[in-house]
């Protein structure tokens, strides 16, 4: 690896090795320093084990939410090298001036072409293939299959379609029945894996069903640290049911969420479209009360 000198004899560029959370934002933070830098991974991405999490301990942030700007302000970032399958063989020099031979293993694609699309992989003419397994036909309801077919056929024909058509059958249904699910992934072409990976991705879908209205305690860093646990603990006494829970007549269902986006409002509580920030604990039962009740005129409390 060249050495690039500065005038005054100083190394300029530094070389982060390990490409986690952590090699990321050490990368992220020498660049902003105005410091060349080469981030090295022996894997064949970096993103190390966060990558791999759905959630992170205590907080239950999304690890992809955490990691996604930096993998993206790490890819554009003009002083930033990254090189995977990458291994440190030997460092000679000394602290500030040093030079690290670092040896790469074949990638066997070109990555300046390479965008990403994964059509190589799927026309791999060595690749062992494996029949998919059959997903039987959806056994859905006639009038239940009318009204998805019509949602359907308003996106079908639109680029990246399953988004919006999953959206509208959720404001619609509520929840996504395992037939509604198989019926759309045999009408789109998406895979049904895929369609059941999405619908359970997002907090604002569900798979069971929910009441008719959802009280969303967000549980983000921000507000658990202003208190938001105890609010949902009041929640759960004034209803008489746990987090995740619905009440039995069907109207309330109370669940704990990551960041709404109103963490200056911390901590806040958002049914539907209200928005409860700077909420107390004493507040909590008028609240719960007044969608148990079935009103759901709610304040908007957004100051
Ligand atoms: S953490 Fe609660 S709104 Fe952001």
Do not use: C, W
């Given at each position: 690896m060249p050495s690039e000198t500065k005038q005054n004899g100083r190394v300029g560029a530094a070389l982060v090795v390990g490409g986690g959370i952590g090699g990321m934002q050490a990368?992220?933070?020498?660049?902003?320093?105005?410091?060349?830098?080469?981030?090295?991974?022996?894997?064949?991405?970096?993103?190390?084990?966060?990558?791999?999490?759905?959630?992170?301990?205590p907080t239950n942030d999304c690890a992809m939410c955490t990691m996604a700007p930096r993998l993206v302000e790490i890819g554009r970032h003009k002083d930033i090298e990254i090189l995977t399958l990458s291994d440190v063989e030997r460092i000679e020099g000394r602290p500030g001036n040093f030079t690290v031979t670092i040896s790469r293993r074949p990638r066997f694609v070109d990555e300046s072409k390479c965008t990403g699309c994964g059509t190589c992989v799927a026309n791999c003419p060595t690749q062992t293939r494996v029949q998919p397994v059959e997903v039987p036909a959806a056994e859905i309801e006639?009038?239940?299959?009318?009204?998805?077919?019509?949602?359907?056929?308003?996106?079908?024909?639109?680029?990246?379609?399953?988004?919006?058509?999953?959206?509208?059958?959720?404001?619609?249904?509520?929840?996504?029945?395992?037939?509604?699910?198989?019926?759309i992934s045999q009408e789109t072409g998406y895979p049904f894996t895929h369609v059941y990976r999405i619908a359970t991705f997002y907090s604002a879908f569900s798979v069971v069903p929910r009441g008719k209205y959802v009280i969303n305690v967000c549980m983000g860093t921000t507000c658990y640290v202003r208190g938001s646990e105890r609010l949902m603990d009041r929640f759960a006494e004034t209803l008489k049911i746990r987090p995740e829970e619905t009440t039995p007549d069907m109207l309330v269902t109370l669940k704990g969420v990551r960041c709404i986006g109103c963490c200056g409002l911390a901590p806040a509580v958002m049914v539907g479209d209200s928005v409860y920030g700077r909420l107390t604990v004493k507040e909590v039962a008028g609240i719960a009360k007044k969608y148990a009740g079935g009103n759901n005129h709610g304040k908007v409390n957004a100051g």
């Open positions: 990368a992220l933070d020498l660049a902003g320093g105005g410091i060349k830098v080469y981030l090295a991974d022996s894997k064949a991405s970096i993103g190390g084990v966060m990558a791999q999490l759905d959630k992170t301990f006639p009038s239940l299959r009318v009204k998805v077919a019509n949602i359907i056929a308003r996106h079908k024909n639109r680029q990246g379609p399953l988004m919006p058509i999953l959206q509208e059958v959720n404001a619609a249904l509520n929840y996504f029945p395992e037939a509604v699910l198989k019926y």
